[in-house]
């Protein structure tokens, strides 16, 4: 004997679902839309935009509303096993992105300018998004951040599928929503570049042998060992099957990791350059001895990739430059007026 759930009409979503068990919940603590939005804070078209199931709700919100309501966690349960990616809407292009994405058993990933969506803290997210949204574009905004926090669940659990990621150095140098935002993801890459399926390296400046490709692409690989690579380009997504195009850019990709820092020594980069990023905490007078020591620090990997000559001698170069400047300084001597003769000059300190 067949059994239906639900009313008659269109399947409920897993947003609308949400929102149900949320308005249940309110109604059940005695409260109106108004008087929780008060207590969030929030504006009240928040509460009922997410009760409808038009709005992917924040987990800052969710427990907000656990603690208020005294549900002992159910709201942050329901969340967390929602897949939110498909409540938002996005390009077409896009959608068949983001469904191979959520199949594929290996994706090696090529990126420059950016981190990769699949790596990004909330916070770098939120920047990125909101750099190209209008002023009423604020909820879209959110409803993109949680959705793309979604989509890396399945990459972000134990037994995930393989993700390879080659960093352009300046993917984790360009300032994304100021430095402690770049301090909070490189922490995220070190804490992910520790899980087995996850391996982060960098592409560094300045090595001549090695040869990116010319855009940031992925290669995509299912689980019928159908093969994809994928690049964008300003306003849309390129897909190619052809098995000669997928070896051609596998072949790049393969000896630009080669090439690149090895997953310790990348670690080692990224941590450096987070430092940095919280230099701004320190005194000025402190600056110069950390970047004397971050400059020492590439100087050894330098030194330990072969390059050790040329490492050497722009360390003491940049050793010397940092000894002219910091030495005291002497007036000169002038000449009076009447003196015979160049001036004397001061102590020789070059």
Known sequence: MSRRNGKPGPAATSAALFGEVLRDLRDGAGLSQEKLASRIPCDRSLVARIESGTRVPQQSFVATCDELLDTGGILAR??????????????????????????????????TQVIPGLLQTEEYARTLFSRVATKDDAD??????????????????????????????????????GPAVMRGQCAHLLALGRQRNIRIQVAPFGVAALIPPNTSMSLITLPDGHEWVYSESLDRGHF???????????????????????????????????????DHEHPRSERGDVAEEQ????????????????????????????????????????????????????????
């Open 78 to 111: 329901l969340w967390s096993r929602i897949d939110w990616y498909p409540a938002v809407e996005h390009p077409d292009w896009f959608r068949r992105r983001a469904a191979m994405d959520a199949e594929t058993v290996g994706l090696r990933v090529y990126q």
């Open 140 to 177: 879209l905004v959110e409803e993109r951040v949680s959705a793309r926090l979604s989509r890396q669940r399945r990459f972000l659990s134990p037994d995930g599928p393989l993700l390879v990621v080659v960093l352009e150095e300046g993917s984790i140098r360009r300032v994304v929503g």
């Open 240 to 278: 190619s099957d052809d098995p000669a195009v997928f070896a051609r850019h596998a072949r790049t990709y393969d000896v630009l990791r080669a090439d690149a820092l090895s997953a310790p020594e990348s670690a080692a980069l990224i941590s450096e350059v987070m430092e940095g990023y919280g």
């Open 295 to 350: 400059l020492q620090r590439r100087q050894r990997r330098q030194l330990h990739r072969g390059g050790g000559d040329v490492a050497q001698e722009q360390l003491q170069r940049r050793q010397r430059r940092r000894l002219h400047r910091g030495g005291p300084r002497y007036p000169r001597r002038r000449a009076r007026p009447g003196q015979q003769g160049p001036p004397r000059p001061g102590p020789d300190i070059s």
